[in-house]
């Protein structure tokens, strides 16, 4: 068996996985995604609020607002840059995050941005998505689903 046959059999089992998982399940791993691919491309405006930008704005209120209170505390975690670690203000904590894994290159910059869409998908799933389930689930997702409508 090829590595090809043997990664796509790979695939095909979590596509079967992925069908079967709740609505709210799949909504937060596309929530996500969505998150890291907005990180990707913010650019920073004195006009916009980041969050706001950061975050689908179809998302359920309630999601939004755990989502709101919980990023900045994500990227902080993840302890991205000295430079960001005194900033107290959760809007400008976020800025400077983001710019930190948009100067990122390569392997590194992906790393952080599938880290962070699971984070953000286990606080939308409430503590539903495991990490080991959300790092092959949001990975598949993000390449089976998401870039193929993008």
Known sequence: MSLKSF??????EIKNLFSGIPTEL????HIGVVVA???????????ADI??????????????????AKIPLILSE??????????????QLTICAVKVIQGLD???K????????ILVAGVAA?????????????????QHQYKTTA
Do not use: M
């Not at 990664?7 to 095909?12: E, F, Q, R, T």
């Not at 998302?59 to 709101?68: A, N």
């Open 26 to 29: 799949k909504t937060a791993i």
């Open 51 to 68: 969050l706001t930008t950061l975050i689908p704005g179809d998302v359920d209120d309630k999601i939004k607002d755990l989502l709101r």
């Open 37 to 47: 691919e907005n990180v990707k491309t913010f650019i920073d405006s004195p006009a």
């Open 110 to 117: 992906s790393a952080f941005l599938h880290n962070l869409s």
């Open 106 to 108: 390569g392997d590194i």
């Open 7 to 12: 990664l796509s059999k790979i695939w095909n």
């Open 126 to 142: 409430d503590g539903t998505l495991s990490w080991s389930d959300g790092v092959y689930l949001l990975e598949w997702y993000y």
């Open 78 to 91: 993840l302890k991205l840059a000295d430079s960001c670690q005194n900033i107290t203000d959760p809007a």
